[in-house]
């Protein structure tokens, strides 16, 4: 049972979400990555939470865990030469480095990629950052509100008359740290045609403007008729939309066409022929949600969400319930396809944590480890693999190195 990505080596020089997550990927399908943290505090990501027993802890960040699951961890302080040393020897028998240092770090540091692939040509380097290695933006500060507004959909999200607004959560970076994983795996099976590796230039900006969360297509809307999303006074058909239930809240994404068959589920298909709604002229007047409210809300509310689904699948109306936290990690569905693993680590016992994105049928029983603890594995890959002494560490660690 081989990993996918087994025999690969990878150095993982990243923080927060993105790299985390594009490295976490390599790692969780069998690559051997090394994660390599500054050993004062580590990853910023560790003291972000939801942290176990809402206790914050670096040990016990909820983020941190999640995107480090199966790497190794070690500290190197890069601004010291002797730091700078040991990363190029680590380096020389890399397959893969991923960095999301500002623009021109590497380079600064000496370790960038014209000195890296000197030690190893088949060397690739992924650089994530919020704008490129160049243009005009190249040194500007970004966050994820920042690019979801300039690369995402966030012009037309939010209520009509008000500002725009943002989802929640960390989609940009999520996003990002994906299409940093894909590339990187692309050019690793490029170097045996090639030769030698190469240097990937990943902008968070840039996979934002190709996203298909409805940025490339209002992009593409605009190239060719010029039109402008705005945001919508009403999602969605009459008759579709989010609604409550008996046990939380049910979406039905209706089209025009589907509304016949939605009045007939929710038990008055007259509506379908009524005056005020016979027409998609009528469906769309201001007025006309709020009249037909009465007529599908009551249906709604006598009926939970498990009911409602099948009633609406058989009918084969797109549609689902809108499930908390609980309701997902509880739901079946994921449970007999066996998605959430179970994973132990030093300081929060054992944990469910997402499974892989894709399942692979030769991996299906292979376990993911717990992410790194600060340091945990230093003398496992100093030691171990680049022949310094436990004594050696020692002084390392006093002269400020890990």
Not at 54 to 68: A, C, I, M, T, V
Not at 121 to 134: A, E, K, M, Y
Not at 153 to 166: D, I, L, Q, S, V
Not at 197 to 225: C, K, N, P, W
Request: with cysteine.
């Amino acid at each position: 049972m081989t990993a996918l990505l087994a025999g690969l080596r990878v150095l993982d020089l990243t923080h927060h979400v993105a790299g985390p997550l594009a490295a976490k990927l390599l790692a969780d399908y069998g690559a051997d990555v090394i994660k390599v943290e500054r050993p004062w505090g580590g990853d910023p990501a560790r003291t972000r939470g939801p942290f176990q027993g809402d206790l914050p802890h670096p040990e016990r960040s909820g983020l941190f865990l999640h995107l480090n699951t199966s790497k190794r961890g070690i500290t190197l302080n890069l601004r010291h030469e002797t730091g700078r040393a040991i990363f190029r020897e680590l380096a020389a028998g890399a397959d893969a480095v991923i960095e999301s240092f500002r623009p021109g770090t590497m380079d600064r540091l000496g370790i960038g990629y014209e000195a890296l692939s000197a030690l190893q040509p088949r060397l690739v380097l992924t650089s994530i950052s919020n704008f490129g290695q160049d243009g005009p933006y190249r040194d500007f500060r970004a966050g994820e509100i920042t690019e979801y507004a300039m690369g995402g959909p966030m012009f037309a999200t939010g209520y009509p008359g008000r500002e725009p607004m943002k989802l929640g959560g960390s989609v940009v970076q999520s996003h990002a740290g994906q299409a940093a994983a894909l590339a990187t795996v692309i050019a690793l099976f490029g170097v045996d045609d090639a030769g030698r590796g190469d240097h990937l230039d990943v902008s968070i900006m840039e996979t934002q403007a190709a996203g298909q969360d409805r940025r490339a297509t209002m992009l593409i809307a605009y190239q060719f008729i010029g039109h402008v999303n705005g945001r919508a006074r009403r999602p969605g058909a009459l008759g579709g939309g989010v609604r409550p239930c008996a046990d939380g809240y049910f979406s039905v994404a209706a089209q025009a066409h589907w509304f016949p068959i939605v009045m007939d589920m929710v038990g008055h298909p007259e509506l379908a022929e009524d005056p005020r709604f016979a027409t998609v002229e009528a469906r769309n007047r201001v007025e006309a949600a709020e009249e037909l409210e009465p007529y599908i809300l009551p249906w709604w509310m006598e009926r939970g969400m498990r009911d409602i689904w099948r009633e609406a699948q058989s009918r084969k109306l797109l549609s689902g319930p809108v499930y908390s936290s609980r309701d997902t990690i509880e739901d079946p569905y994921f449970r007999q396809r066996r998605y959430w693993e179970t994973i132990s680590h030093s300081a929060t016992g054992s944990i469910e944590y997402p499974g892989r994105p894709f399942r692979v049928h030769t991996m299906d029983r292979q376990p993911r480890r717990a992410a790194p603890t600060l340091g945990q594995h230093n003398e496992e890959v100093l030691c171990g693999e680049l022949g310094f002494s436990r004594r050696d560490l020692g002084r390392l660690r006093a002269a400020g190195v890990i």
